[in-house]
């Protein structure tokens, strides 16, 4: 089993202190949204055509809820109620992925890597370039379809040991970006990476 070792070059103190700047803000796109917004469409399509299909026995249930709740039951606009609760419901969900895909933010430095995530309680961590162990990037039929893919980030970061970067266009070049980063930061750094190592203590 390999040891862990930090391995630096003689002016690693200079280079450590190199001053830091933000390259790139990435977002996903809201194009990820569209599979799930699609699936929730033509469900709430199939209960709109099963509720008109079986309109009698609905009607029926309704009616007994009626009796259950009295002067309290629309009984001139329950249906309208009954779609819009259905068409409610099924329009929350791409609605929600959609923000939280648009409250996620990616921002590369020539250091880390730091991101920004959730709608109300907000998350915001990082990794260090150097960190970074290996990079995939993968593309399903749909994300094809859309001109998307998923890049995951693996790295030596015990507290983040893989990452995805979700819904990104041109992920191909994004990864070979990134492993330019990586490697120049590790040139910068001195640092060399052996079996069993955690990274930069």
């Known amino acids: 089993m390999g040891h862990s070792q930090d391995r630096r070059g003689p002016h690693t ?21 569209i599979p799930i917004a699609a699936f929730y469409l033509v469900v709430a399509v199939v209960i709109t055509w ?30 309208l109620w009954l779609l819009g609760i259905v068409w409610g419901f099924c329009l929350v969900q791409p609605l929600y992925r959609l923000v939280e895909l648009k409250t996620s933010e990616y921002e590369f430095t020539t250091q880390r890597l730091r991101y920004t995530r959730g709608i109300l309680n907000r998350q915001r961590d990082q990794i ?33 040991p893989t990452f995805d970067l979700l819904a990104q266009k041109s992920v191909y070049e994004l990864k070979d970006w ?24």
């Open 13 to 33: 103190n200079v280079k450590w202190a190199a001053e830091e700047s933000t390259l790139r803000v990435l977002k996903p796109s809201a194009r990820a949204v």
């Open 50 to 79: 099963i509720l008109l299909q079986f309109y009698g026995e609905v009607a029926w249930v309704a009616s007994l809820m009626a009796e259950m709740i009295g002067n309290r039951f629309p009984n001139d606009t329950w249906f």
């Open 128 to 160: 260090e370039l150097v960190r970074i162990r290996d990079l995939t990037a993968y593309r399903s039929l749909g994300q094809r379809l859309l001109g998307l893919g998923t890049l995951r980030v693996e790295s030596v970061d015990r507290s983040h």
């Open 178 to 201: 990134i492993h330019e980063l990586n490697a120049r930061e590790r040139v910068r750094l001195g640092y060399r990476e052996y079996e069993g190592t955690q990274g930069i203590g």
